[in-house]
């Protein structure tokens, strides 16, 4: 009964959003102010009717439903709770049911907090808005409805893919969905001013937060799934350049740039057509993504529906929406005039180069990805495009990237002088340098991968050092101006901060990981690096739906016992699938990562060692990138000023 | 039970990349073949090196190349070995030949090209003068220059 109630909801969401697709654009283009009026209360039905069909097949999961044809594909009577919920979006269906939640999620928020945009401008976003709900909805309802039943239902069902029953993955794909859609609340507003021929500083600021909102959360999504890449997949390794991890990576170097760029707009009226462009695009890459994912056609580690039908609807729906929105740009981009005149030097062109360096690895990301498929349809070569390729092609436009952010982030806007902006910064390049130095020295007979990534880190680190203590300007009433220092700039200051300790933590690892392979018997001390470790015993263990040969091995150093460590070699009987889960003693400077292998023919087990230097600086940077995003978030501006359009000289201000 | 977990533990193998068994004594060696693994596709498995792979297929493969190595093989010639059998989508880092300097110029091409037409934009942001801001006078220049540079 629930889970026909979920379905008409469903339906009924499919029709609201043709309604608000189509009566406020109508209006807006008419100017009647009743029709417009419609989007809100639309954007609210179609958020609420969209969240009662998310919950009834919630419910289902929740319930094992097992006369649902989706429950029984990916949930089993055993599983702990968590991941019963979890399984609602560890799936095809379920995921583009939580995709839809997520869209008309935010155009609710935007009919509910947009109440200072100008009408006419609400009513076309809310409408665009509504016209991407309508394509996903189609999309559910009629190549992947999650509501089908069982003819005849089974006693239990088979299983969740246990390499995703991990809380690090459960909550992986909502923040990242949140991202990926939050980027569409952008691409509405482009769209929408593309409509109105329009944009100036206000835009850029009704902008701005939701491309941040969208940035935080890709941030968040993307390290919550590195993270879990690195410990769930038992080779630690953090990043695979997999086709669907390059699928959310591309919308997140786009929403860097483009929340650079709508703050030209915002305070400089300039880069407008740009910007507009950039929106479009980064919602474009991300239902590129979207694709990518959904139709198998680059398989990878973590596609779960590969069926063509499903992605010529999605190649659909990303050609109508990139491609209309793009004729409409080259039809009114020339519309739009920049107002601000800033000099070659200035912290505008500095953010041109941001824009640059960031597209255009987006670009080697993406060329990358496509490429094997190029090859193969067009040049008739079946080759593989992997890592070496992405780290040799990408990490420069970083490294550019790193060295100059200090420098274009010190710098004014409209003119600038080199040697001022470069001066303050001589003791952080300087320092920097020397760390650089002081790693290469250190390290013999290895790469400069870890000395330049070091650099990177502590140049970038200091850098924003310096650049909050010159906003404090000279003089006494420092410790005030600091308190007094806007959110925005603390913002700015912790996420650049966090990328330079991101950068570190990349270089680090990747440079100076140390690993070792053998045959450990029980109660045998053997050495790796400056650690000793036995392997005390080897006992099984039963899970709540899977069995588990869990070692214990004892970590020491200098003889001093620092931990015990507890890998195991998990077997998930339903889903016949073995996983590995590796124990890791984290600590600031390394992490000790262990893994358990097989029985040996001559006794003892295979055990794997690493000493991976600094990894945990990768999550703790994203973390302060995702921080200093929110912190830019409650920014004064947009709390109170939100939107509030220039008032006409003369006019007091409330 | 145990037996049963036993028999579970052993059908769930092999769970795992390079085994002991395979290491070769010689160190150096060994690290060469681990460098030269992680270029090389599993061509069983999604995007996956054989150096991390657990299929057996890779297992072969890292066989095969640390056979290669002892006989003395090159870097080179070893990959070139398993090329010629395998054939170039074996390659995780794709070779600069034929239409693939395309693949390996998009970015640096992708820079010029987007360097120059910024450049081209930043000139005329620099030259436009809209008409309300009229130039400094001598005065107010060095007025200027004063507050900047004190």
Redesign the interface.
């Known amino acids: 009964m629930i889970t026909e109630l979920g379905h008409f909801a469903l339906v009924l969401a499919f029709g609201v959003a043709l309604v608000q697709m189509v009566v406020p654009m109508w209006g807006a283009w008419r100017g009647r102010a009743g029709w417009m009026a419609v989007a809100e209360p639309a954007a609210a039905a179609q958020f609420i009717l969209i969240a009662l069909s998310f919950g009834a097949l919630m419910w289902a999961f929740v319930t094992s439903d097992f006369s649902l044809q989706l429950v029984v594909a990916n949930s089993h009577s055993a599983k702990p709770m968590l991941y019963k919920i979890s399984g609602t979006w560890g799936n095809h269906e379920g995921s583009m049911l939580l995709w839809v939640l997520i869209v008309a999620l935010f155009g609710a928020m935007a009919a509910w907090f947009g109440g200072n945009l100008p009408p006419r401008l609400r009513a076309r976003v809310l409408s665009v808005q509504a016209a991407i709900g309508v394509a996903f909805l189609a999309f559910i309802l009629f190549t992947s409805n999650p509501f089908l039943r069982m003819g005849t239902p089974p006693f239990d069902g088979q299983d969740l893919n246990p390499l995703l029953q991990d809380p690090g993955l459960a909550f992986h794909p909502p923040f990242l969905y949140l991202g990926y859609v939050g980027l569409s609340m952008a691409f509405s507003f482009a769209v929408a001013a593309l409509i109105e021929g329009r944009v100036d500083a206000a835009w850029g600021r009704w902008v701005r937060p939701w491309t941040l909102a969208a940035w935080v959360f890709l941030t968040i999504g993307i390290a919550l799934g590195s993270w879990w890449a690195y410990y769930e997949l038992g080779w630690g390794g953090f990043w695979f350049w997999d086709p669907v991890e390059n699928a959310s990576f591309m919308p997140w170097l786009l929403a860097a740039a483009l929340l650079h760029s709508a703050i030209v707009v915002e305070k400089r009226e300039s880069l407008k057509s740009w910007t507009i462009l950039l929106a479009i695009l980064a919602f474009g890459f991300s239902l590129i993504g979207t694709f990518i994912v959904r139709s198998g056609l680059l398989t990878s580690v973590h596609a779960f529906a590969n069926d063509p039908e499903r992605g010529v609807f999605i190649l659909a729906i990303l050609g109508v929406f990139t491609g209309g929105a793009l004729v409409l740009y080259s039809l009114r981009a020339s519309a739009l005039e920049a107002k601000g005149v800033f000099g070659l030097l200035s912290r505008e062109t500095a953010l041109v180069v941001n824009n640059l360096l960031l597209a255009v690895a987006c670009f080697v990301v993406f060329v990358g990805t496509m490429w094997p498929l190029v090859a193969e349809m067009f040049l008739d070569r079946k080759l593989s495009v992997g890592p070496p390729f992405f780290n040799a092609a990408f990490t420069p436009f970083m490294v550019a990237l790193g060295l100059i952010l200090p420098i274009g982030s010190a710098m004014p806007w409209k003119r600038a002088k080199i040697m001022r902006a470069l001066y303050p910064l001589r003791y952080a390049f300087l320092l920097a340098l020397a760390l650089g130095g002081l790693a290469f020295a250190m390290q013999t007979g290895r790469g400069l991968l870890g000395p330049v990534g070091l650099f990177l880190g502590a140049w970038l680190v200091m850098g924003t050092v310096v650049d909050v203590m010159q906003r404090l300007g000279r003089g006494p009433g420092k410790l005030r101006r600091l308190r007094r220092l806007p959110r925005a700039d603390w913002g700015k200051a912790t996420a650049h901060g966090g990328l330079g300790v991101t950068m570190a933590g990349i270089a680090g690892l990747m440079a100076w990981a140390v690993d070792d392979i053998r045959v450990a018997r029980i109660g045998e001390p053997f050495d790796v690096g400056s650690y000793t470790l036995t392997l005390r015993d080897v006992s099984e263990v039963r899970g709540p739906n899977y069995l588990s040969s869990m070692a214990e091995i004892t970590l020491a150093q200098g003889g001093a016992v620092i931990s015990t460590l507890r890998p195991e070699k998990r077997f998930y009987p339903v889903a016949q699938m073995p996983t590995t889960e590796a124990a890791i003693d984290y600590n600031l400077a390394r992490d000790v990562y262990v893994v358990i292998g097989d029985a040996q023919d001559g006794g003892g087990w295979a055990v794997r060692t690493y000493i991976k230097p600094m990894t945990n600086w990768i999550w703790i940077g994203c973390a302060l990138m995702a921080l200093g995003g929110i912190l830019s978030l409650s920014d004064r501006r947009f709390r109170v000023a939100a939107g509030a359009r220039k008032q006409p000289a003369g006019v007091p201000a409330e | 039970?145990?037996r049963l977990?036993l028999i579970?533990?052993l059908?769930?193998?092999?769970?795992?990349?390079?085994?002991?068994?395979e290491?070769l004594d010689d160190p150096a060696l060994e690290a060469r073949a681990r460098e030269l693994s992680?270029?090389l596709?599993c061509l069983v498995c999604?995007?996956?090196?054989i150096d991390?792979s657990n299929a057996s297929l890779a297992r072969d493969l890292r066989i095969l190349l640390r056979e290669r190595l002892v006989a003395g093989d090159s870097d080179e010639e070893a990959v070139d070995f398993i090329v010629d059998r395998y054939?170039?989508?074996?390659?995780?880092?794709?070779q600069a030949t034929?239409?693939?300097w395309l693949?390996?110029g998009?970015?640096p091409l992708?820079?010029l090209l987007?360097?120059g037409l910024?450049v081209i934009?930043?000139?005329g942001?620099?030259r436009?003068?809209?008409p309300s801001?009229a130039p400094l006078s001598a005065e107010e220049e060095a007025r200027l220059r004063d507050i900047l540079d004190r």
């Open positions: 039970m145990k977990l579970l533990t059908l769930a193998s092999p769970l795992w990349a390079v085994q002991p068994d290491v992680q270029g596709r999604r995007n996956e090196s991390e054939g170039e989508y074996v390659l995780l880092n794709p034929g239409a693939n693949l390996w998009a970015g992708m820079l987007a360097g910024g934009y930043l000139r942001r620099a436009s003068k809209t801001e």
